[in-house]
Structures are given as C-alpha cells and as structure tokens.
Nanobody
Framework: QVRLAESGGRLVQIGGSLRLSCEAS????????MAWFRQAPGKERDHVASISVTGADTYYAESVKGRFTISRDNTKNMVFLQMNSLKPEDTAVYYCAAGLRFVGAPVLTSDYDYWGQGTQVTVSS
C-alpha cells in the first residue's frame, strides 16, 4: 500500500510561481514512477508531468512545457512540481500518482495505482 499526501496548493496571481510537494509513505519509493495530474471542474483528469524511478526520464503535457518542472528526491520519498508563469487555465485540483514501474514515466491515469487526495491550485488576478 502506498499513501500519497500532496501539499503546496493555494491561490496565486497570474504569472506567479508555486511548488507542489508530494510525500509517499512506502518503503520502496524508488520502484515507483511518479506523476502529477490535474482536474478542473467539469473536466477529465489530465496528465501534467511524470518522472521515472531514477528521475532520468520526464514527460510533460504540451500546455506546461517550459513552465513546469517535475523532480523527485528518493532519499526523502518526495516528488515535486515547480510551476512558473502560472495562467488561469492552470487552475485545477492537482493529484500526485504512483505506479510500480521500473522503466519509463507513463502519462495515462490507468498506469498509476495510487493517488493522493489532491491539492487545489487557483490562478487569478
């Protein structure tokens, strides 16, 4: 069983920055690919960024490329999402996800086995 706890979501101004954190309660964190997804009201849950077990591979949604950076610290069982140049369309609940996978950084929700409760990010003027 993997438990994930996100933090860092809040109201931020357009153009601002925010760093989301996700702490995983699991012994073998380094066996899990990690990802961030987001879900806006009335919309599906979409992939934002994912990272492989070593951090060597990362994938980003086109809408966040160049603005968001995913990283992980396997010594602390943590994954992060640095978000810069935030836009109103980034407003959503952001979810951390973990998938037992030794290779790659999947982008589908079906590839991930465990999910956090989510943290709200609101971008407004």
């Amino acid at each position: 069983q993997v438990r994930l706890a996100e933090s860092g979501g809040r109201l931020v101004q357009i153009g601002g920055s925010l760093r989301l954190s996700c702490e995983a309660s699991v012994r073998t964190f380094s066996n899990y690919a990690m990802a961030w997804f987001r879900q806006a009201p009335g919309k599906e849950r979409d992939h934002v960024a994912s990272i492989s077990v070593t951090g060597a591979d990362t994938y980003y949604a086109e809408s966040v490329k160049g603005r968001f950076t995913i990283s992980r610290d396997n010594t602390k069982n943590m994954v992060f999402l640095q978000m810069n140049s935030l836009k109103p369309e980034d407003t959503a609940v952001y979810y951390c996800a973990a998938g037992l996978r030794f290779v790659g950084a999947p982008v589908l929700t079906s590839d991930y086995d465990y999910w956090g409760q989510g943290t709200q990010v609101t971008v407004s003027s």
